[in-house]
Every structure is written in C-alpha cells, then in structure tokens.
C-alpha cells in the first residue's frame, strides 16, 4: 500500500522544511558565530559577554515561537484541505 500525499500537504511540508532550514541557519550563526566588538583592548568583556550571550538566546526563541505560530495557524487550514 502506497502513501499518497496530497498537494496541500506537501505544501505545508514544504514551506515548514523550508522556515525550520531558513531560521535554522539564522539560529546557528546568531549563536556560534562572535559579535563584532565583543573583545576590547583591556581584554574580554565579561558582562557584554552575558549580555549578548541573553540577547541571542532571547532571539532564537524568538525564532522558534515564530515557526511554531505559523504551523499552528495554518495547521487548521492544511487539515480541512486533505480530503
């Protein structure tokens, strides 16, 4: 017995595949790449240092709560769809 995926289905697997990648490598760079300014001539700056480290967790949550907004509001849609 095949598995038959309909067009809307497919659609909302598609562009959810493609906000989770988008976003993904949004979350990836905020977080393992270093802020420009984050060393200073007296060396390391501690509280900058956790300051942006909350600044980015706040953003990547930020990231997910938008995903998962989108898939919830048009879950509803996509299920009526499949027939």
């Known amino acids: 017995m095949a598995l038959v995926i309909n067009e809307p289905t497919m659609s909302c697997i598609v562009q959810m595949l493609a906000m989770l ?6 979350a990836h760079t905020l977080w393992f790449h270093s802020t420009p300014g984050q060393y200073t001539f007296t060396g390391f700056d501690a509280l900058g240092a956790d300051r942006r480290h909350d600044e980015r967790k706040r953003v990547v949550r930020m990231l997910v709560v938008v995903v998962s907004v989108f898939a919830i509001s048009w879950f509803p849609f996509f299920t009526l769809q499949v027939n």
């Open 21 to 26: 990648v988008a976003y993904g490598r949004i």
